[in-house]
């Protein structure tokens, strides 16, 4: 009992655990991997034309506004010895700065590091706002019927005109209710799809067969709705239960299936109890998610990367010599063309490559802090926490170091004895250095 | 710091082999269900996914090690210029 200070926050940090763990443990996590709309437009253009706001775009326009604001403030009275916010940031941008320039060069590196710089700052300040407690908590209520299909959706309590997820275990089951879907219908007419893709059939039967599934799937659905509506199991069906077993010799499926019909037919009533309990069957879709969580958004990232990695290939070296990185003479160079079908298709593994990372590393982040508050709330999931701050400044820092390392192996010429001329020219910079074009 | 330059060229080697060699079979798992050809096309994928992550990774590191000489050469270059004079 040396010291009965640490002694006494240990038990404290040990009770505040437990009492989270037995009481306030939140219900199961609903893992979405697609990005929610928030919107969506009444004309219907088809799966993916149709125009919608997802909430991963309104995190992206939040974290534009935030960068915004925070640079203005930073550079309202810009002083000559920096302070404060001014500091961070001269200090941020500086030392972006001044890695481009090691990496690619001091001419390369000043052309780079704009672009690179503002997908850096980009990422990092929406990954970190993701960490902040406005993102993943509150949102658009969404019922789930039989038009909004979900496998999982939460029980939602309203009081006085919120509609909230209540939280403490005592108040009896853990509110999520999951669909099971029967898809063996569905999977029939699947493999009648692609049977008739393989027979070349007509376009109509095609289509015709691909409507058939639609309507299976969402009888499935609906199925699925009726079958697990939660309180059904509640009602006293007692007597209509004992319809099922009176026959003699029935199994155990039977009766099982001849229940589940019963409870079908009542899953309205039990959708109206539970309305009049005030509770309501939802998926709460979150006005604030993190930006890079939705595949679209990293993959538009790693667009404007790889664009600009070509732009500045094609205009350093000329259009026809940086072409001739990939397509070259089978004849004459058969070696040197199936190397540059290789670079064509490295490119796309590089384009998907930058995407998978990012989207990768934070939807990974995000159901760990989700699992981790899930299992052990209070205290525990603190250190994942710290892991996410770093986590997301290390992947926008990837992503810039990255668009600046293939930006330097664009504009380098794919003959070798151009390659060294900064190593003759040693430290000092010469003006209009004939690898690069020039930058405006 | 001297590292960083190095090290950040190399960073994203990991996930780029992980890429090709998952990318390549799942490229060719989709057209294998598309045309009915299973598995050619998905060994034909990873066949291909794996020679590209080979070159790939290959250049990523000569790239770097070239690079890695040259500063090597430049400050040694820079050191002699300054005992000169």
Redesign the interface.
Known sequence: MKNPKAILIALGALALIGFGFFFVRGPKPIIEIKGEPLWTSSSDYGEFLTPMILNTQVAGVLATLVIIFVCWRATRNMKLIPSGLQNAIEGVTEFLYN?SI??AGEKNGRRFFAVAATLFVFIWINNWLALTPIYNSFGKVVPVDSHHFHEEAHILTEQGGISWIFPFKLGGDAPLVEFEVDMHEVDEIDAQI?QA??DKAPREEVLALKEEREEALHHAQELAIDAAMPGAANLDLSEEYAVCGEEPEVSVTVIEECKREINIEHSEEARLQLEADGKQVAVIYPYFRSFNTDLNSPLSLAFISVVFIEFWGITALGFFKYGSKFIRNPITDPIGAF?GF?EI??EF??L???T??LF?NMLAGEILLLVMTFLMPFLVALPFYGLEVFVGAIQG??FF??T??FGA?AV?SHDHED??D??DL??HDVPGDQQTAPAH | MDR??PV??L??LG??L???IA?GPTLGYFID??L?TAPAFTLAGLA?GL??AF??AY?MIT?TL??ME?DA??KL??KK?NDST
Do not use: P
Request: aromatic letters at 8%.
């Open positions: 890695t090691q990496m692609r893709n393989l190397v290789l298709i490295a593994a590089r998907i490559s930058f998978f990372r990768g820092f990837v170091s990255l600046v390392a192996l380098a390659h060294g900064e190593h040693g430290e | 960083l330059g950040a060229q960073l994203g996930s780029y992980a890429t090709c990318g269900r598309w009915g291909l020679v590209i070159v790939g250049r790239e070239r690079d040259r050469a430049r270059a820079a210029k």
